[in-house]
């Protein structure tokens, strides 16, 4: 806030309350000399109690209604409690941003998404989140009601039949999630392929639960950014993709580091070969096999563009189309069982003959149409694109064309796989920017999940009917489907 703004004769410390107790977010910059710079007498300017910016904050922080967002620049680090004067100390407290030339994009889409968040909640004081005790205990399962529901948002299916759009018919009952109290913000989710267990990873921490047996690990990682995250084939291993150039695979029992492995460059994504043995990485530029559990890097297929999305096809991927010469049915080739990889960048899908590097076959997401995330379904045959047009482009892999086109995901949603899932049998899940998610099944019935609260990533069980949302407030919901 500025105050030449203040007129002659106001008090500028009451106009500066004023002001701040409008406001849903307050950005708090903290540049390499925050904490050191002096005014004219050489006094620390933090330790003047009159100073604007300490003045600003104080303001901020005395109110339970105004999330204070502490944002890193030029290299600094979070000052803790003692080098803040008494006033600031739960400044120390509040999770950061760190801002960066490298992940500038990435960072700036999380800060537009909290700023989104915090804005649509917007709760009153006495309205005030949940005890820090009780976010920050052990993970526990409990039951609550949902939202009524809302209209259904339009699909456009551009180059096939459209199935027929129905609308979902439930009982109440039916529709009462478990909830996992994480405590922390999730930007990446997965359920296991094994048991009915969840990995909920964000704010670097991953939390791990198994719902059956009642108990789950918590993973600290130092990396400040989570891109995406998966459980290997058999459920006992688990890999996060992160913006500090690691992947890293952790023990599902245990939560123990397994192995790292780094590269230069961004992690987009992970996956495990269908026999866990590799792991491959999407970077900036290029893919990486590397074996498992060693991690010594197998092979590098470069791309030359930012490598989004990575899978291991658990069926024989189609690498070439020819033509009948009798007219008839195209002649198709296959990859062989086991030796294809399939990447998708932010133009292009190719499928990899891995072990040789070799491009088998390549092929546009057509109209021209460029992406900002991607995911595979587990079994390769379905690719899922946020688009810089705020849609959700559905490809089918293996005929090499668009098969549906969902408007409306938003910008912040394009910016992260994580609003993707795809289940069994053709469902698939959506996490709306503006808040909610939706699943759809494969009689096209949707159905809307989470109303009223921004959701940041989704996830689809592949061995039983429910999906996952969460998001800012720490809390994850399972749903049955």
């Not at 800060?111 to 006495?126: C, D, F, G, K, T």
């Not at 009798?326 to 296959?334: A, E, I, K, M, Y």
């Not at 090499?400 to 910008?411: H, K, R, S, T, Y």
């Amino acid at each position: 806030m500025d105050v030449v703004g203040i007129d002659p004769g106001e008090d500028f410390v009451d106009e500066i309350n004023r002001q701040v107790a409008m406001c849903d977010v307050l950005i708090a910059m903290i540049g390499r000399d925050w904490l050191t710079v002096t005014d004219r007498k050489g006094r620390r300017r933090l330790d003047d109690p009159e100073d604007y910016v300490r003045l600003e904050i104080e303001a901020a922080l005395a109110r339970t209604n105004i999330r204070v967002i502490p944002i890193l620049v030029q290299g600094a680090t979070m000052p803790t409690s003692e080098d803040l004067p008494q006033s600031l100390a739960r400044l120390a407290r509040r999770n950061a941003l760190e801002m960066t030339g490298a992940g500038w994009p990435d960072q700036v889409a999380r800060l537009v998404r909290a700023i989104q968040n915090a804005a649509s909640a917007a709760p009153p004081a006495e309205a005030a989140a949940e005890p820090a005790a009780a976010r920050t205990a052990a993970p526990a399962a409990r039951a609550q009601a949902t939202p009524a529901k809302a209209p259904a948002k339009a699909r456009s299916k551009p180059k096939t039949t459209a199935r027929p759009k129905k609308a979902a018919t439930r009982s109440p009952a039916d529709e009462e999630p478990h909830e996992l109290i994480v405590g922390h913000f999730v930007e990446a989710m997965a359920f296991s392929p094994i048991g009915y267990v969840i990995a909920a990873g964000g704010d670097q921490r991953v939390s791990i639960w198994d719902f059956d047996s009642g108990t789950g690990v918590a993973i600290d990682y130092p990396a400040m950014l989570l891109h995406t995250l998966a459980f290997s084939p058999d459920g006992a291993l688990l890999a996060t993709a992160h913006d500090d150039g690691t992947a890293r695979v952790w023990d599902v029992g245990t939560g123990d580091p397994v192995v790292t492995v780094k590269r230069a460059q961004r992690v987009y994504g992970v996956a495990f070969s269908p026999d866990g043995g590799l792991l491959a990485t999407a970077l900036d530029n290029q893919a990486v096999v590397w074996d498992l559990p060693g991690g010594k890097q197998r092979q590098r297929l470069e791309d030359g563009a930012w490598v989004l999305g990575v899978t291991f096809p658990t069926t024989r991927p189609i690498t070439s189309v020819a033509p009948s010469k009798s007219g008839g049915v195209p002649r198709l080739t296959f990859a062989p069982p086991g030796a294809s990889l399939v990447t998708a960048t932010t133009d292009t899908a190719t499928v990899w003959d891995w072990a040789s590097g070799t491009a088998l076959r390549r092929f546009g997401y057509g109209d021209g149409t460029t992406c900002w995330g991607a995911r595979f379904s587990d079994d390769a045959r379905r690719l899922g694109l946020m688009t810089g047009s705020d849609t959700l482009r559905i490809i089918d892999v293996e005929a090499a064309v668009p098969v549906e086109d969902i408007p409306g995901v938003g910008a912040t949603s394009a910016l992260s796989s994580s609003a993707l899932s795809f289940g069994p049998n053709g469902s698939f899940a959506v996490a709306w920017a503006a808040g909610s998610a939706s699943v759809w099944n494969a009689a096209g019935e949707e159905r809307k999940l989470d109303e009223g609260r921004p959701v940041s990533a989704v996830a689809l069980d592949p061995t039983k009917p429910r999906a996952a949302t969460a998001g800012e407030d720490g809390v994850v919901r399972v749903w049955p489907l």
